[in-house]
């Protein structure tokens, strides 16, 4: 059953199909949208995530999530542009008179840590300033795509805090100590260029070129089996958590177990008989 997509003032989806035959499914693009404000994470945009995250999770329709930022508004006569951004961090406004147990229940459970549990394959899209939540939201993600004009960066100490939805830890995971430690200290932003050189994003584009090289790398993932995918997900996070010779013998256990799916046999005999695999988990 295809249920409505969880559409908000602040979130948008657009279903893209994954081919042109459209049996495939979609790739669910979704947008956050408070340009005016650097699509800044309120609570009604992490609520909206989170629907939308379970709205995923529950829907044979998606298979690939590609999220990103809203583009500016044009700026009213004789205002300046605001300037491009994924997302400029949680939404600082929303920190005033904050004490200690409201900000505790507020980020336990929180939309970013649902992304990151989502099985399905996911990818940052980002188009202008990753800052704080907004680098968080990408290194929740599976791959992050970004544009020349991007920035990372990790500024809460400037604020007198910490990263609170995840930077600690998956920062570390994907860039190494060293540097989490420099951003995270210093809070100074890095552009895309050194973000791709240290492995915090896969790819980096022209922002003209952005959408369709996200969307080919999106349809290339959305076109394998999402059984395998999905197992494929568990097995690379379970590296994160287990040592080296308890991961390995998780993967044998995982790789042994997809001999039990359709979908392997399709894919050996597909490859035997110069064939294109038809997927038994599209
Ligand atoms: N929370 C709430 N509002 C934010 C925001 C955030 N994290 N980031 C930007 N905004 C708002 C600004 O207040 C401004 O609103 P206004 O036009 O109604 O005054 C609007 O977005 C545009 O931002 P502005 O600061 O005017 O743009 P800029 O080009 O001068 O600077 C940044 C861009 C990204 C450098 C700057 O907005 C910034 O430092 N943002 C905060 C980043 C941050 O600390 N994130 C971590 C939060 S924990």
Same mark, same amino acid.
């Given at each position: 059953m295809v249920m409505d997509a969880p559409q908000t003032d602040v979130l948008s989806i657009e279903l893209i199909p994954v081919n042109e035959l459209e049996e495939l499914g979609s790739i669910a693009l979704v947008t956050i949208r408070r340009p005016d404000k650097l699509n800044a994470l309120n609570s009604e945009v992490?609520?909206?995530?989170k629907a939308m995250v379970e709205w995923v999770e529950a829907t044979d329709v998606v298979r690939v999530v590609v999220l990103t930022g809203a583009q500016p508004n044009a700026p009213p006569e004789g205002k300046r542009a605001k300037p491009n951004a994924f997302v400029a961090g949680a939404d600082i406004t929303e920190f005033v008179g904050m004490q200690k147990?409201?900000?505790?229940v507020k980020f336990t459970n929180n939309a970013v840590e649902a992304l990151w549990d989502?099985?399905?394959?996911?990818?940052?899209?980002?188009?202008?300033?990753?800052?704080?939540?907004? =680098?968080?939201?990408? =290194?929740? =993600?599976?791959?992050?795509?970004?544009?020349?004009?991007?920035?990372?960066?990790?500024?809460?100490?400037?604020?007198?805090?910490?990263?609170?939805?995840?930077?600690?830890?998956?920062?570390? @995971?994907?860039?190494?100590?060293?540097?989490?430690?420099?951003?995270?200290?210093?809070?100074?932003?890095?552009?895309?260029?050194?973000? @791709?050189r240290i492995g915090l994003v896969n790819h980096v584009c022209t922002s003209e070129d952005l959408r369709e090289f996200t969307l080919k790398i999106a349809r290339i993932i959305g076109s394998k089996s999402s059984h395998t995918l999905r197992f494929g997900k568990q097995t690379i996070r379970a590296s994160l958590d287990l040592g080296l010779t308890e991961g390995i013998a998780y993967e044998a256990e995982v790789f042994a177990s997809l001999f039990d799916s359709k979908d392997q046999e399709i894919g050996v005999n597909a490859f035997l008989n110069r064939e294109n695999p038809q997927w038994e988990h599209k």
């Open positions: 992490m609520s909206s995530l147990d409201e900000i505790r989502l099985s399905k394959p996911t990818i940052a899209m980002v188009d202008g300033f990753a800052l704080g939540g907004g =680098c968080e939201i990408a =290194c929740s =993600c599976d791959l992050r795509i970004a544009s020349e004009r991007s920035r990372f960066g990790t500024p809460e100490v400037n604020l007198g805090l910490i990263p609170g939805y995840g930077a600690t830890q998956r920062l570390t @995971h994907l860039v190494g100590y060293g540097k989490t430690m420099e951003m995270i200290m210093t809070g100074e932003m890095i552009d895309a260029a050194e973000a @791709h």
